[in-house]
Each structure stands twice: as structure tokens, then as C-alpha cells.
């Protein structure tokens, strides 16, 4: 089952489906995001320059997760354009409800159901070569590709997990330590 009650917290292991599901999601924000360009026309949004990249924990190979898909939408400029996306995936149930300007990023959440809310998707929407585009993709790659870090990372989850379960905020707060720390020995792997 895909997706969280607002606040809860519970770890999953790994499933194979949840890279289907970014495939299917990624598909309907694709169109979403053709029908609004057509609607405005090209001055809004090149499409071909936008990645739409599967990140977070679902997208590392055999790592446990919450059960919510988080996709990365990546663009070559943030600017005004950029207000377009909220209102594009709207119909798909998306809400905007975190931004940086400055740091070149919106956060939209997907998932209201029977009046209740329901999280089954995130997505970042982010200005290529920024910090949070970077650090994504690092966090990302190096833990499919370091057993060790991805079975720490998975240890302190499912610990943090048990801690916050009903504390979204604090989990993810809490988290960030790990993060960090393994963000920062990606980048020290990287010095070639």
C-alpha cells in the first residue's frame, strides 16, 4: 500500500513496485505539464529540458522506506515559469506547500483521499546544478552503490522510525544528522 496518514511515520522494506510507480507518476505529470504548456504556450516551460528523476528512499536498491514516492522535477531556470508547475499538477491532487526562492526549490505534496490526508507522493521541484539537485542525486547514488552506508542509513530509520512514529516533522528533523553525515563522505568519495 502506497502512502502515509498526515503525521505517521512506519517503515516498509523494500518493494520492487515502488519504481513502477514513479513511472506511472512521472507519465501523468508529463501530460499534466504538456497541457498547461499548451494552454500558455511555449514562453512557459521548455518541457525538453525538464528531468523528472526518481530520489528518496524508494529509489534505492533493497533500502526499507516510507511507503511514499519522492520525484525530483528538475529545471534548467527557476523563475516565474516555475509558478506554472503547482497549478499543471493540481489536477493530479498535488499541493504546493514549501519554497525557496532563493535556493531554487518548491515542495508539493500529493494526497488527499475521502477527506482525509493521505501523503503517496513527493516531489521537489528543483533548478539544475543547485545544492538540493546535487545532494539528491549523491545521496541517492551512493547508496546503491555502498552496502555499508545503506545499511547504516536503514538502521537509523527504522530506529527513528520507532521513536517518531506519530511525529513526521521530528523524524525528519531527527534524520538529517544521517544525512548529513553521509552526504559528507559521498563528496569526500568524489575527490578523484
Given at each position: 500500500?502506497?502512502?502515509?496518514?498526515h503525521?505517521?511515520v512506519?517503515?516498509?522494506?523494500?518493494?520492487?513496485?515502488?519504481?513502477?510507480?514513479?513511472?506511472k507518476e512521472?507519465?501523468?505529470v508529463?501530460?499534466?505539464?504538456?497541457?498547461e504548456?499548451?494552454?500558455f504556450?511555449?514562453?512557459?516551460i521548455?518541457i525538453e529540458?525538464?528531468?523528472?528523476?526518481?530520489?528518496?528512499?524508494?529509489?534505492?536498491?533493497n533500502?526499507?522506506a516510507?511507503?511514499?514516492?519522492?520525484?525530483?522535477?528538475?529545471?534548467?531556470?527557476?523563475?516565474w515559469?516555475?509558478?506554472?508547475?503547482p497549478?499543471?499538477?493540481?489536477p493530479?491532487?498535488?499541493q504546493?506547500?514549501?519554497?525557496d526562492?532563493?535556493?531554487?526549490?518548491?515542495?508539493?505534496?500529493?494526497?488527499?483521499?475521502?477527506n482525509?490526508?493521505?501523503?503517496?507522493?513527493?516531489?521537489h521541484?528543483?533548478?539544475?546544478?543547485?545544492?538540493?539537485?546535487?545532494?539528491?542525486?549523491l545521496?541517492?547514488d551512493?547508496?546503491?552503490n555502498?552496502?555499508?552506508?545503506?545499511?547504516?542509513?536503514?538502521?537509523?530509520?527504522k530506529e527513528?522510525?520507532?521513536?517518531?512514529q506519530?511525529?513526521?516533522?521530528?523524524?525528519s528533523?531527527?534524520?538529517?544528522?544521517?544525512?548529513?553525515?553521509?552526504?559528507?563522505?559521498?563528496?569526500?568519495?568524489l575527490?578523484?
Amino acid at each position: 500500500m502506497l502512502g502515509l496518514n498526515h503525521n505517521e511515520v512506519r517503515i516498509v522494506p523494500y518493494n520492487k513496485e515502488w519504481s513502477k510507480l514513479f513511472e506511472k507518476e512521472k507519465s501523468l505529470v508529463l501530460k499534466e505539464l504538456r497541457n498547461e504548456i499548451e494552454r500558455f504556450g511555449e514562453i512557459a516551460i521548455d518541457i525538453e529540458s525538464i528531468s523528472i528523476i526518481h530520489v528518496g528512499s524508494t529509489s534505492i536498491k533493497n533500502m526499507c522506506a516510507k511507503p511514499i514516492i519522492d520525484i525530483m522535477l528538475v529545471l534548467e531556470n527557476f523563475d516565474w515559469h516555475t509558478s506554472i508547475i503547482p497549478l499543471a499538477l493540481a489536477p493530479l491532487g498535488y499541493q504546493q506547500i514549501a519554497w525557496d526562492i532563493s535556493d531554487g526549490w518548491l515542495f508539493l505534496v500529493k494526497g488527499i483521499k475521502e477527506n482525509k490526508e493521505i501523503t503517496t507522493h513527493l516531489y521537489h521541484i528543483v533548478e539544475r546544478g543547485s545544492r538540493k539537485h546535487k545532494d539528491y542525486l549523491l545521496l541517492r547514488d551512493f547508496l546503491n552503490n555502498d552496502e555499508q552506508y545503506a545499511k547504516e542509513y536503514k538502521t537509523v530509520k527504522k530506529e527513528l522510525a520507532a521513536k517518531y512514529q506519530n511525529d513526521r516533522p521530528s523524524y525528519s528533523k531527527a534524520k538529517t544528522e544521517i544525512v548529513e553525515k553521509l552526504l559528507n563522505i559521498a563528496k569526500q568519495n568524489l575527490v578523484v
